[in-house]
């Protein structure tokens, strides 16, 4: 896993309290029983610590797609959705 992965990861962990040892790239968060509201917080540490577009995220995204929009902010390629 990449640095990237568990940087995101450690802020996933600190922010909603999960188990970092179980977040790996390809478990979604409604496996890891994250609610709308809970991932929607979630949200606004990626968009305030990494300027990820609120709301690009869906129960049903993987934390690898989590961290492939933390790498696009990064690289200034993010873009919002309609």
């Given amino acids: 896993m990449s640095d990237l992965h568990d940087?995101?990861?450690?802020?996933?962990?600190?922010?909603?309290?999960?188990?970092?040892?179980i977040i790996?790239?390809?478990v979604t968060f409604v496996e890891l029983r994250i609610d709308s509201l809970a991932l929607?917080?979630?949200?606004v540490v990626l968009d305030e610590e990494y300027g990820v577009p609120?709301?690009?995220?869906?129960?049903d995204s993987t934390?690898?797609?989590a961290v492939a929009l933390v790498a696009?902010?990064?690289n200034g390629t993010a873009e919002a959705t309609s």
Avoid: C, N
């Avoid at 929607?40 to 949200?43: I, K, L, P």
């Avoid at 609120?54 to 129960?59: A, F, G, N």
């Fill in 7 to 21: 940087e995101v990861a450690q802020r996933l962990s600190d922010t909603l309290g999960i188990d970092k040892s």
């Fill in 24 to 26: 790996t790239p390809d």
């Fill in 40 to 43: 929607v917080e979630f949200s």
């Fill in 54 to 59: 609120p709301l690009e995220l869906t129960p």
């Fill in 63 to 65: 934390i690898g797609e």
């Fill in 72 to 74: 696009a902010a990064r």
